[in-house]
């Protein structure tokens, strides 16, 4: 059972900063036109250049911050800043960049690995994780790439996917991801405040 707690710690706070719904119907949206092969190349593009940059930023973000001479409550406060107003946009239903007249085999690199997948919000919440013991940060990639799987699914079965649930029902869970990517972003200042004792 703790187990499982100390798993879910990690991987619902990257399930909803990476919105793998959200992402979805970005996707069913811009691919919509295009044909099967089209849409299974750009979903593999998307998570596989979103897993190389995830990975990349858990394995050395140490070691930029070091460099940089970043603290971590730093960057808690930062990525929570950076949390936040990804929060409020997606409760508002913030309009996504323009890309619709992006090349097709670029596509999923820009804008889909980054910045939908691989975004500074989800690049700031592996680092921050990733500063934790040993087993958090084994969980941190491990949960990284199961969600990332999970978002490769719904790339490749999006159509059936979104006439499920249809337009309405993906706006709202979009919205409760908002609000829940926004409480993170609270408990991150939080944190930042205690470690500093600003707070108690």
Known sequence: MSFIVDFLKVFMPLLVVIDPFGTLAVFVAMTGSFNRISRRSIARDAVMYAAA?????????????????????????????????MGIEMVREGAKPDTSNEDIKSMGIVPFATPFLAGPGAISLVIILMKGPYETRVLT??????????????????????EILGDKIMTAITRIF???????AIQYFIDALIALNVIK
């Open 141 to 162: 990639i491990i949960s990284a790439l199961l969600v990332l799987v999970i978002v490769y699914i719904f790339f490749i079965y999006s159509g059936k996917i979104l």
């Open 178 to 184: 908002g609000l829940l990517v926004a409480g993170f």
């Open 53 to 85: 940059i995830i990975l990349v930023f858990a394995l050395i973000g140490d070691i930029v911050i070091e460099f940089f001479g970043i603290s971590i409550e730093a960057l808690e406060i930062a990525g929570g800043i950076i949390l936040l107003l």
